[in-house]
């Protein structure tokens, strides 16, 4: 029997995990604490760790892990930008991943972000149940003949830009890795510059790492075309939120919608509604009528996360069984 410690447990984690199951011998103990320094001491006993996006995996806790004979890491999420890869291999820790659970369902979250943002519907919706059917200050733009700029053309990107396609967008894109599949359908590889300059909506699909750190910052906002539309469904750290308010107050910023944000760990997943928020950064945004925040909600749907608990199943199952696993990520 293999034992995990899950952090972060949300009651769909635990409703899916338990309406997946494993034939396999596994024991699954929810906590609803996230991992961190305080709370790696939990740990004593186990043999894995069950972590998800804002849980904390740097050396300090890596190493208190490693002491407390932890062997598996089992991110229930594709990215890895808070683990310590080099930690965790320096303590013979596996860090296993979901690398694919919906695509689909972050691709359209995004598109969710962006016609909110774009049609106004949120606003139309408080509007209605006031009694107010004034269209005044509701008018959108047309998608249709309009140029799209996709950052990171993976799994993600590449069904986003697909969906831009299908919305008669020109799409313009931007990857390490070009996609030969997404040139046959038209999509238009290019240079950051020209994205920056060509596209009235801009879309984050690549990873956070050192090359992508505030990718978006206010060099590229100076590029960008006044009043284009900036959606981020990827990791918070892509954008430097401190040069998206100065370029929102300027109007250079048209329309923001984020699904995750930078300083987010003190803040997402959370029922913060009694709580003065601390972060000014964002009470600010959330001042902007131009301005569309969700906490990290592109997962959220029953299909992805039906794949992300039977994925995470099989890899605690496949570490158990010493079964070398394509989910493994090591460092680069
Ligand atoms: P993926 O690995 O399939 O694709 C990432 C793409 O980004 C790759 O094509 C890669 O070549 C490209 N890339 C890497 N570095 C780049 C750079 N410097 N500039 C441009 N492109 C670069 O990943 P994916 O499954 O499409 O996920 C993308 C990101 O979405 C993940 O890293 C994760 O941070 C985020 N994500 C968010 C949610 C959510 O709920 N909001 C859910 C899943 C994933």
Do not use: W
Not at 236 to 248: K, M, N, R, V
Request: net charge negative; hydrophobic share 40%; aromatic share 8%.
């Amino acid at each position: 029997m293999i034992s995990i410690a899950v952090f972060s447990t949300k009651s769909y984690d635990r409703e899916f995990f338990n309406k997946i199951g494993s034939e396999a011998p596994v024991r699954l103990k929810f906590f609803d604490v996230p991992l961190n320094e305080d709370t790696a001491g939990l740990t004593q006993g186990f043999d894995g760790v069950c972590v998800f996006v804002n849980d904390n995996l740097s050396e300090p806790v890596i190493k208190t892990l490693a002491a407390n004979g932890i062997g598996l890491i089992a991110l229930r999420c594709a990215g890895f930008n808070n683990v310590d890869l080099e930690a965790a291999q320096r303590a013979n820790i596996k860090v296993m991943r979901v690398p694919a659970y919906s695509p689909e369902a972050v691709a359209e979250h995004a598109l969710a972000l962006a016609l909110t943002l774009n049609r106004k519907t949120h606003k139309a919706f408080n509007r209605i149940r006031e009694g107010n059917f004034s269209l005044e200050r509701l008018i959108g733009f047309d998608l249709h003949n309009k140029t799209v700029g996709v950052i990171g053309t993976g799994k993600i990107g590449a069904h986003f830009a697909r969906i831009m396609k299908c919305m008669g967008c020109e799409v313009l894109a931007y990857d390490l890795y070009p996609s030969e599949t997404l040139k046959d359908i038209g999509v238009q590889y290019t240079d950051l510059d020209t994205l920056f300059k060509s596209a009235r909506l801009i879309s984050l699909h690549c990873p956070l790492n050192e090359s992508t750190h505030h990718l978006i910052n206010r060099e590229s906002f100076s590029k960008m075309q006044d009043g284009v539309m900036l959606i981020n469904t990827s990791r918070g750290a892509l954008i430097d939120t401190a040069d998206a308010l100065e370029a929102l107050k300027s109007g250079r910023l048209g329309y923001l919608g984020i699904d995750v944000y930078e300083q987010e760990e003190q803040l997402f997943f959370q029922d913060l509604s009694e709580h003065i928020i601390q972060d000014d950064l964002i009470t600010r945004l959330i001042s902007f009528p131009n301005v569309l925040i969700t906490a990290h909600q592109g997962f959220l749907t029953s299909e992805a996360l039906t794949e992300i608990a039977s994925t995470t199943l099989k890899n605690i199952t496949d570490y158990a069984e010493g079964i070398v696993s394509a989910n493994q990520v090591l460092p680069s």
